[in-house]
């Protein structure tokens, strides 16, 4: 591509959010979405975007949205054809010279759904991502446990793999973080139960928002999980979990 | 502790400053810094300290500071001794009733000093954890390449691990992360290379600082790593590495 040509087009900004405190976006992020002409953002088919929630207050009603409706409640990978569709609205605008911030919860290339425009945009135009904080540091800074020290190993897990492979993998790591739980929380849970690894667990659930929950796996009711749940193991971490049953993690919230 | 006595104490604020780049720290890091009358960072025994030169642009002369001088050279943990003098300090300021922010490269409870604070005062007085960007996140965004995607599994292993324990880990995980590779860079190299996966790892230092360097492992002459550097390998990866080697990783920043 000729400098002229790239003179002329926009660039593409892929945005950590973070995890859901609006103050938890970096001083950068913030910078380039109020200059950005162009916000997309993936919304569920019904229901607010929660990408887009976290940042609405510096929205401007002057930048144009593009929300891309994929639905949630499958935990397949995004249909092909939403993304594609998307790509090509986003294109568009960079095409016609205006820079597009792409949201993303968390940090965009961790597990983040920036991933699907990047891999069709990526290439074709100048792109810049931006990293977030992540849900898994949110989640230990909450529950007030390292989430990884000195020489620890940490796994991180996504909650659809097999109870075969969580088992293995979680019983050789120090600490691990079992990401994506949702509707996995039964399973996963009879899981660390058979491996007696309850009692060194915490959930997670809407970390660093008004109602975040960070309970010991132990004293979860049987209720159902959101899409963006985790979980926390720490090999002999059951000090720290009695900690928290007390109280201890959230007193400075 | 009563309501009363809390009142008169300070909060303990760990602050994680993000990986290099001032831009990178969050909204919440950059607030509760300039409220803060009290700023502890981690220093050498010779030269600046890397915490403290992140957000030096956002300090006031009016603001104390405690910095925790660590010697840096040594690979071993940190001095009891040192911290636990800190810690007496960072006390001393907490009961006079003023609030401290401890600030930590990266993440503060991802591999980060403030644990060392932490597992001192974290019991005694009203304490805040602020996650921030890891360099991990960091590492894959300037990398142009997702860190974690869809159902992979991500380890992150600390580089002073021994061969055997590294080669392990590495052979049955889809992306590696090794953390601090330091002085270790020669070994863990040859490491990789007996593995096959050279073509598939890329090194990264000073990410997100203007002296960033991420190129592929393959490429890098014979220098040392400082201590924060890190490898990062997926399996399958070697298109990618292709791709950086071309500049492909560079060419919006």
Chains 1, 2 share one sequence.
């Not at 510096?58 to 949630?72: A, D, N």
């Not at 993304?83 to 968390?106: F, M, P, S, T």
């Not at 990401?179 to 660390?192: E, Q, S, T, Y």
Request: hydrophobic share 45%; charged share 20%; proline share 7%.
């Amino acid at each position: 591509m000729g400098m002229g040509e790239e003179a002329m087009t926009g660039t593409l900004y892929g945005l950590g959010v973070g995890p859901g405190d609006p103050e938890l976006l970096t001083l950068k992020a913030h910078r380039i979405l109020k200059a950005c002409p162009v916000v997309a953002y993936p919304a569920p088919d019904t229901g607010e975007s929660f990408a887009r929630s976290i940042v609405a207050e510096f929205l401007s009603p002057y930048q144009v949205e593009i929300p891309i409706v994929v639905p949630m409640r499958t935990e397949r990978f995004p249909a092909a054809e939403v993304y594609d569709k998307a790509a090509d609205e986003i294109a568009a605008q960079l095409d016609a010279g205006r820079d597009v911030a792409v949201l993303c919860e968390g940090d965009p290339f961790f597990y983040g759904s920036f991933m699907y425009v990047f891999e069709r945009l990526g290439g074709r135009y100048s792109t810049e991502i931006v990293p977030g904080v992540s849900s898994i540091m949110a989640s230990a800074a909450a529950a007030k446990r390292p989430l990884a020290a000195r020489n620890d190993v940490l796994t991180v897990l996504p909650g659809p793999l097999d109870d075969d492979e969580l088992q293995a993998r979680i019983m050789i790591s120090d600490a691990v973080a079992i990401m994506k739980v949702g509707r996995h929380l039964p399973r996963i849970r009879a899981l660390i139960a058979r491996l007696g690894l309850t009692g060194a667990a915490a959930y997670c659930e809407r970390v660093s928002l008004g109602e975040e929950k960070i309970v010991p796996l132990e004293s979860l009711g049987a209720e159902t999980a959101p899409y963006f749940s985790m979980i926390l193991i720490y090999r002999g971490g059951e000090e720290w979990i009695r900690t928290l049953a007390a109280g201890g993690a959230s007193d400075a919230a």
